[in-house]
Structure formats: C-alpha cells, structure tokens
C-alpha cells in the first residue's frame, strides 16, 4: 500500500511589509470556520490586505516589488521547481483594478453595478493580497498609540475599540509555497501592527449598542395607544393594621390614611415566533482567482515535476 507524503511548504523569511490597509479585520482572534459560501474549512486566522499601487507599471511599483519577490523567494526554496514559477500556478497577488465579479449564489439577486462599484471600490489602485495564520495562539495584534506600540487582547477592551476594517497596518508576513491538486504561493502572517486610522470598509464589527438596536424605537413607542390587554389582576390592598394600644396618658395614634393605588391592565404573555438561527457573520467574498501580472524578471514555466 502506496504511503500518502504530506507535502511540506518552503517558507521564505518573515519581513515586515510597507503600509497597507487591513480589510475585513474580522478573525485576527476568532478563527473563521466557514468560507463565504458557507462550506466549512480547515480554521484559521485571516486578513486582506490592500497595498497601495505606488507606480502603474508593477514593474515599477515597489509595494509589488515587495510581494512578487517574497513569493519568488519561496519557489526558490522548493528544489524540484528549481527555482522557476510552476506551470500553471495560481498566482496570490490580485490587480484591484480589474473589475471584482462575484460568483452568482442561487436564490441571491445579484449586484448592481452601483453597489458592485460601492462594495468593492475600495479594491481600485491597490493590490490585493490575503495572510493566513493556522497555528495557535495565533497571531499578535498590536496598535500605535502615542508613538508607543501596545499588545492588545481583543479588538475591543472596556467599550473601546482600537482598530476597524479599512484602518492602516503593517504586517509581519512571508510567503510559502503549496503543490496539492494545484501549486502556487500564499500568504502567512504572524503579527499586526495597527498604525493609522482609515474610512470604514464593510459593516462594523462586534455587537450593536443599545442606541443602535432601539434608537429608533423610543420615538415611535412613545406615540403609540396605550392597549387594553385584559381585565385588572392587582390583588387587593389590605386594610392598615389597628392601632398598638396606647400609654394611660397619651391618646391612641391614628393610622395614616392609605392613599389610592393605582389599578394597572396586566398584559397577557405575547406570543413570540421561535427565534431563528443567526446566520454566520462573514468577512466578505473570497477573493477570486484572476491573471495577476506576474513578477518582473520571472524565468520560464516549465510543467510542475510528477509527484
């Protein structure tokens, strides 16, 4: 019986990256379990990240010198590759110019160009890449504040949030290579660094405020009739208790009159629909796969040596 060989990644150095913005920042402590089209996955820690296009020409741009080089650095390590990008390999940096599609999912009205262009306009004049991390504890996830760099636990501490998707980071990150049914280069990251904020991408994250979930209640409620739900069900007021005898020569105390109480319509139990299970909250679509340009200077492609 044939022995299955788990393929073992070639890892380039862990760099730091230049700046960029940090994009649906939803599992840098909560590991996603689930992809977008609700098919489960190996759970990981992720975040996209978009590095602003620096020149036109991605020969010229030197935030994409930066990552194609990082990749090329791991395809070198793999020996049977031999130093070139393999044939056919999915290329992990995507042109954020080139118009997002998003895959048609049935029962779903697709996206108007509108709010295609509102949803992911984001991506134009960056290139978009995403950093994985399985390994537990997980990455550090650190912030900037007052020149000083602080280690965070969480997103949010004491009602205070540090960071949101759309803000700037810099990543600790390198690139490692993988040949299952397919072969190429991904991304992994093993810390943060939130350094700048930036405007809102995505819904917020974390839960609602009060304010949020009932602000527009209390106007309304406060309009509203008042129901009558039923017949009075306030028990009766019980009579003051008599008065304690008193001394030879001092007269009896007189108990305090009762004021009225007031009679309150009781309202029956409502009558609620059984609750329905939240669906799972996810970062945004998987990014697809698309011709990327490849690396300035990239050797030939020879096909992928058999396994």
Known sequence: M??????QAKRSDDVNSPQARGV???????????RANGKPCTPHRDLTLAFPKTNADATQCANYKFLS??????????PQWSGQWPAGGVWPIKDGDVPYVAKPKPG???????QIEEKYGWRKGHWIVEVTNYLDPG?????????TIQEIPAQTVNGVQYYKSGDYCIVNMSAYTYWNEQAGVNFSFSGVLWVAEGQQIGGNSGPKSTEQMFGSVAPVASV??????GPSVQPPIPSAPPAMSAAPVMPAPVAAPVPPQPVYAQPSPAAYPAPVAPAVALPGPPMPT?????PPGMPGLPPIPGR
């Open 2 to 7: 044939n022995e299955v060989v788990k393929y």
């Open 24 to 34: 649906y920042a939803y599992h840098l402590f909560e590991k996603r379990t689930k």
């Open 69 to 78: 080089e990082l990749c090329m650095q791991a395809v070198a390590r793999e």
């Open 108 to 114: 779903i009205t697709p996206l108007t160009s509108v």
């Open 139 to 147: 990455p550090k996830i650190s912030v900037l504040k007052n020149g």
């Open 224 to 229: 509203m009739p008042a129901v009558n739900r």
């Open 290 to 294: 698309m011709a990327a340009p490849p």
